[in-house]
């Protein structure tokens, strides 16, 4: 089993950042792919950024590539998202998930191909 747990939201004018946590406890952390995904209200919950077990490879979402930087620090069993230049749209609940690396292929936006989520952290923007 491995708890997952969400914080550093908060409401934040457009244009300003915002940096997001997620601290794991549980079992060998370092064995977990890791990913943010988001949901705003009314819609499904989609894909944010992925990092490797290792930390040596992310993935980002065509919508915040360049904005968000996703990375892992697995020595304190934490994943991090800071998010820059953020707009309305980037508005949701976002939630960290964890993937077993002994999974098949890493398939780093299926949602259902993820074995543990947090409870989420609600991120508004204003205009």
């Known amino acids: 089993q491995v708890q997952l747990a969400e914080s550093g939201g908060g409401l934040v004018q457009a244009g300003g950042s915002l940096r997001l946590s997620c601290a794991a406890s549980g079992r060998a952390f370092s064995t977990y792919h890791m990913a943010w995904f988001r949901q705003a209200p009314g819609n499904e919950r989609d894909f944010v950024a992925a990092?490797?077990?290792?930390?040596?490879?992310?993935h980002y979402a065509d919508s915040v590539k360049g904005r968000f930087t996703i990375s892992r620090d697995n020595a304190k069993s934490t994943v991090s998202l800071q998010m820059n230049s953020l707009n309305s749209e980037d508005t949701a609940v976002y939630f960290c998930a964890a993937q077993s690396i002994y999974s098949d292929l890493w398939r780093y936006t299926a949602e259902s191909r993820y074995d543990y989520w947090g409870q989420g952290t609600q991120v508004a923007v204003s205009a």
């Open positions: 990092v490797s077990f290792n930390g040596a490879t992310t």
